[in-house]
Each structure stands twice: as structure tokens, then as C-alpha cells.
């Protein structure tokens, strides 16, 4: 299977905006072959927690909730992060998985919240891992991935990809990325595949550099740093 990790510039809490930017690239991955695309954390509306709390219009409803229909309908596999209403006065960031049918496969919401998310958002309380095209896959977003018992139980449970939804900034960010994802191939003998933003993001600028590593860690698909786009690459069970 091949595999595309996206990286995209989001217009600030703007569902439509983004899912729309988020749609065109994963026609783009479709269109290389890709089975399935990866997003980065809080593709949907962007890393803008204020506007997260102040407007619970900005969270996805659930699974099915109309605003995801043009990237659920683009006819390949798709992991897109977003604020997920949990029910309670706080989302949940969450990663939700749609096959190539638009079918949704399991819903993975973010455990190890970074110091300010803890004012906004609530903990998920377990791992996520499904199966696509016979390979499993864990999921991880953003500071879950500092946390290598995650991915470690992931490949203790079968899995062989290791899906990472994050935002890395330019202030520390490509050394950063470069040091916990290669770390985990290599520790847990997985392939592992990171979306991150390029551009504004929030408080932030995100460094771009999407990317995917094999088991023990050999660099095999790397982004730039500067530009909305997939990088691809080929995934064995």
C-alpha cells in the first residue's frame, strides 16, 4: 500500500475552508496511488484553541457530520484530525479514519494534551489502532508521539504503521520531529508517518517537513518546508 502524509497551511477556523484544501490534497494523493492520506493536528480548523472555546460551532459533531462529505467522498482512505464534540463543555482533538468507501473506521482522540490544550480540550482514555487494505495501524497526535509506550503498544498488538497528526514549528520543531519519529521506527520496528502544517498555525509557524520512516528508522519520503503538498511512500505488510 502506498501511503501520503499531507502537510497544508490552514486558513483559521474555517471547517469548510480547510476540509476543502484538505479534499484537494487527498485527491492529489489519490491520484499517485495512495490507499490512504494522512492530516496534521487540527487540520480542520487550524491550531486555534481561543477559537475552539469561545465557538462550539467549530467542532465536528461526530462521524458522520456533513462538513466532512467532500473529503469522505474523494475515493481514498483518510485520517483528518479535528475538534470532536465529546458530549461535555470541552472537544476532544481527535483523529478520525474513513476508508476509500467513506465509511468511518474508528475515531482516535488525543491522550497526552501539551500544557495549554489541558484548558481546552479533553483527554481520549484509550489507543487507536484499525486495519486497512490487511495492515494495522496505531495512531498518535502530536505530544502522544513524546510518549513511546503509545506506538510501542500499537506494535505489540500487530501494528505496522504508526500514524503521527502533529504540528512542529519552526522554533525548535525540525530537530524535533527529526529526533522522537525516526526513534520510534527504529524502537518499535514500525513504519511511521507524520502530517504536519507548513505555515501559520496558530501561535505558531509550522516547519512542514511531512514525512514518512521504515522500521528502524531510514528516512523514505521527506516534504519541504515551505509548501502545501503529499509525499508518498510504498508501505509492505
Same mark, same amino acid.
Given at each position: 500500500m502506498?501511503?501520503a502524509?499531507a502537510q497544508?497551511?490552514?486558513?483559521?477556523?474555517?471547517?469548510?475552508?480547510?476540509?476543502a484544501?484538505?479534499?484537494?490534497?487527498?485527491a492529489?494523493?489519490r491520484?499517485?496511488?495512495?490507499g490512504l492520506v494522512?492530516?496534521p493536528?487540527?487540520a480542520?480548523t487550524?491550531?486555534?484553541?481561543?477559537?475552539l472555546?469561545?465557538?462550539?460551532?467549530?467542532?465536528? #459533531?461526530?462521524?458522520?457530520?456533513?462538513r466532512?462529505?467532500?473529503?469522505?467522498?474523494?475515493?481514498?482512505?483518510?485520517?483528518?484530525?479535528?475538534?470532536?464534540c465529546?458530549?461535555?463543555?470541552?472537544?476532544?482533538? #481527535?483523529t478520525?479514519?474513513?476508508?476509500?468507501?467513506?465509511?468511518?473506521?474508528?475515531?482516535?482522540?488525543?491522550q497526552?494534551?501539551y500544557?495549554?490544550?489541558r484548558?481546552?480540550?479533553?483527554?481520549?482514555?484509550?489507543?487507536?489502532?484499525?486495519?486497512?487494505?490487511?495492515?494495522?495501524?496505531?495512531?498518535g497526535?502530536?505530544f502522544?508521539n513524546?510518549f513511546?509506550d503509545?506506538?510501542g503498544?500499537?506494535?505489540?498488538?500487530?501494528?505496522?504503521?504508526h500514524?503521527?497528526?502533529s504540528?512542529?514549528g519552526?522554533?525548535?520543531?525540525?530537530?524535533?520531529r527529526?529526533?522522537v519519529h525516526p526513534?520510534?521506527?527504529?524502537?518499535?520496528g514500525?513504519?511511521?508517518?507524520?502530517?504536519?502544517?507548513?505555515?501559520?498555525?496558530?501561535p505558531w509557524?509550522?516547519?512542514?517537513?511531512?514525512?514518512?520512516w521504515?522500521?528502524?528508522?531510514?528516512?523514505? #519520503?521527506?516534504a519541504?518546508?515551505?509548501t502545501?503538498?503529499v509525499?508518498?511512500a510504498?508501505?509492505?505488510?
Amino acid at each position: 500500500m502506498k501511503i501520503a502524509a499531507a502537510q497544508l497551511t490552514c486558513i483559521p477556523a474555517d471547517v469548510p475552508g480547510n476540509t476543502a484544501r484538505a479534499a484537494a490534497l487527498a485527491a492529489e494523493a489519490r491520484d499517485t496511488g495512495a490507499g490512504l492520506v494522512v492530516f496534521p493536528e487540527l487540520a480542520l480548523t487550524g491550531y486555534e484553541p481561543a477559537a475552539l472555546a469561545a465557538d462550539p460551532g467549530l467542532w465536528i #459533531a461526530g462521524p458522520d457530520d456533513p462538513r466532512l462529505d467532500p473529503l469522505r467522498s474523494v475515493g481514498t482512505a483518510v485520517a483528518v484530525n479535528a475538534a470532536l464534540c465529546t458530549g461535555g463543555p470541552r472537544p476532544a482533538i #481527535a483523529t478520525l479514519v474513513y476508508g476509500a468507501d467513506g465509511g468511518h473506521v474508528t475515531t482516535y482522540a488525543k491522550q497526552h494534551l501539551y500544557r495549554q490544550e489541558r484548558d481546552t480540550f479533553t483527554p481520549g482514555g484509550r489507543d487507536g489502532h484499525f486495519e486497512l487494505g490487511g495492515i494495522r495501524f496505531s495512531l498518535g497526535i502530536c505530544f502522544d508521539n513524546h510518549f513511546p509506550d503509545l506506538a510501542g503498544r500499537g506494535a505489540a498488538a500487530g501494528c505496522r504503521v504508526h500514524l503521527a497528526s502533529s504540528l512542529y514549528g519552526t522554533n525548535g520543531g525540525i530537530e524535533e520531529r527529526a529526533a522522537v519519529h525516526p526513534g520510534l521506527a527504529e524502537e518499535h520496528g514500525l513504519y511511521v508517518v507524520l502530517a504536519n502544517h507548513v505555515g501559520p498555525a496558530g501561535p505558531w509557524t509550522g516547519c512542514g517537513r511531512s514525512a514518512v520512516w521504515a522500521p528502524g528508522g531510514a528516512l523514505l #519520503a521527506e516534504a519541504d518546508d515551505r509548501t502545501p503538498m503529499v509525499v508518498t511512500a510504498e508501505i509492505t505488510a
